[in-house]
Each structure stands twice: as C-alpha cells, then as structure tokens.
C-alpha cells in the first residue's frame, strides 16, 4: 500500500522558516517524480513544487521562487520542501503528491493527509 507521511508543519513567524518532509513508503520512491500541493485556507488547491524521480531536475510555481527548495533523498525515501522568508500567504495545508512516472507533469496518483503550516505574527 502505497502511503505518503508528511511532517514538519507548524506555525512560524512571517520571515521565518521551517523545512517540510514527506516519508514514502509501498512503492520504490527513487522511480518516482514527486511534487508538493498547497491548499489555503477557504481556497482552491496550488501546486507548489516539483522533483524527478533522480532529483536533478526541479520545477516551482513564481510565488515561492528563490524561497522554497524541493529536494529528496532517496536512500532515506523521503521527500523536503525547505521553506525560508516565509510570508502569511504561505499558510496553508501542505501535501505530498506522487506522479506515476519518473518525470514531473500530468496528475498525480497518491497524496498524503497534508501537514499544516502558518505564518503569523
């Protein structure tokens, strides 16, 4: 059974950070391009971040450029999103998603429960 776990949210200061994981398990994670969705509060659900399944190519939505990072280990099957100078249009509920290929694009099959974050002061 595939699962996806994420962790790591919380509530932080605006300018502050914090660092995302996301624990995959029931499948081989190093086959596999994975992404991360946000969903604020009372709004639609954005896509965020992007990574092939090897790691070496990355993609992110213009709002979190040069602030966000998307990176994985695949040794560990674990999946990050580093987050700095967090703003309050951060807040949101984060998920893990899997696509069903080695490349990023399409939709995805598997999400995680998400994990919250918020930015305040």
């Known amino acids: 059974e595939v699962q996806l776990v994420e962790s790591g949210g919380g509530l932080v200061q605006p300018g502050g950070s914090l660092r995302l994981s996301c624990a995959g398990s029931?499948?081989?994670?190093?086959?596999?391009?994975m992404s991360w969705v946000r969903q604020a509060p009372g709004k639609g659900l954005e896509w965020v971040s992007a990574i092939n399944s090897g790691g070496g190519s990355t993609s992110y939505t213009d709002s979190v450029k040069g602030r966000f990072t998307i990176s994985r280990d695949n040794a560990k099957n674990t999946l990050y999103l580093q987050m700095n100078s967090l703003k309050p249009e951060d807040t949101a509920v984060y998920y893990c998603?899997?696509?069903?290929?080695?490349?990023?694009?399409?939709?995805?099959?598997?999400w995680g429960k998400g994990t919250l974050v918020t930015v305040s002061s």
């Open positions: 029931g499948f081989t994670f190093s086959s596999y391009a």
């Open positions: 998603t899997k696509y069903p290929y080695r490349d990023y694009g399409g939709g995805m099959d598997y």
